[in-house]
């Protein structure tokens, strides 16, 4: 599988590398050059774009992801009229 397209600007990322190197090089082996796909941030960046992603979104959170495009991709409910 191909590295995320993001990788390059993606904050997250870049803000582990600078400030917990540690931290980027593993999220770096672990999602973002093999199973970006299966990143929580990548999943809703990809469905609802960058103003909908959480700046603080981590890539194993996915419960949170599926919360965040629950609500977000879900349609409204029918409204009743009284
Ligand atoms: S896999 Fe996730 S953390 Fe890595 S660059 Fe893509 S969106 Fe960012």
């Known amino acids: 599988m191909n590295a995320c397209p993001d990788m390059v600007r993606c904050p997250l990322l870049q803000d582990f590398l600078s400030y917990a190197p540690e931290q980027g090089k593993e999220t770096q082996r672990r999602y973002c050059e093999r199973r970006y ?28 992801a599926k919360q965040i495009l629950a609500r977000l991709l879900e349609p409204p409910a029918p409204q009743v009229r009284v």
């Open 37 to 64: 796909s299966s990143c929580a941030r990548y999943m809703v960046l990809r469905e609802l774009g960058p103003v909908h992603t959480p700046p603080d979104i981590l890539p194993d959170d996915t419960a949170r």
